[in-house]
């Protein structure tokens, strides 16, 4: 009977320690869907200027059969220029977002806790490791490389920094709120008790 309680206790103690730690998965799908939809609507704002191209040599193509060529080949290319766009997007958002909460939570996981030094060395470890991926010279990635750590961790500890003062608050609210439920059910046993004695005092 002592072991499965020592063993909620852990469970009980890891949950607190790792509290505010964001699911893997989920972020990684929300940035992937992000992703899609920034690099989509780049695109497609991008083939304005080309819709414009087509429709002026629309104006000058009298044949129909020729229009109705350029037309299709337009909107064929449009069609592939945001498909491509989005899927590039959706990639490139989606291994940033995962690389960045997986180093966090595995941070938050050895460390034993969750602050907003995790948030900011896996912001500034994530910047860094794309910016030596990028295409160019050798010295060139090492300067995106520092420039991206520097760049991550600036911006990641005002971020990480919020989101634990929400989290905070957050769960505040929550033992608030358990709290007073158990006070509200213990008021409600108190007065269930003393009308049991009552009806008890009655019935003698």
Not at 113 to 132: I, P, R
Request: charge should be positive; proline fraction near 2%.
């Amino acid at each position: 009977m002592e072991a499965p309680e020592k063993q909620e206790d852990t469970g009980d103690t890891r949950t607190q320690k790792l509290a505010g730690t964001v699911n893997w998965g989920t972020a990684t799908v929300i940035g992937v869907f992000a992703g899609m939809l920034y690099g989509g609507s780049k695109e497609a704002s991008a083939s304005v200027s080309k819709d414009a191209e087509v429709m002026l040599k629309l104006g000058s193509t009298p044949d129909k059969r020729e229009q109705y060529r350029l037309m299709r080949d337009a909107m064929e290319k449009r069609f592939v220029r945001v498909t491509r766009g989005s899927i590039v997007g959706g990639v490139r958002l989606g291994m940033f977002t995962a690389a960045f909460y997986g180093l966090q939570n595995l941070l938050a996981e050895k460390r034993g806790v969750h602050d907003v030094y995790n948030v900011v060395g896996a912001g500034s470890a994530t910047a860094a490791t794309f910016g030596l991926i990028l295409p160019g010279s050798l010295r060139w990635r090492l300067r995106n490389a520092m420039l991206g750590s520097g760049l991550g961790a600036a911006i990641c500890f005002p971020l990480g920094w919020l989101h634990l003062k929400l989290v905070e608050k957050a769960n505040e609210g929550n033992l608030s709120t358990t709290s007073e439920v158990s006070d509200a059910m213990e008021a409600k046993s108190d007065i269930g008790a003393a009308v049991e004695r009552l009806e008890g005092n009655l019935n003698k």
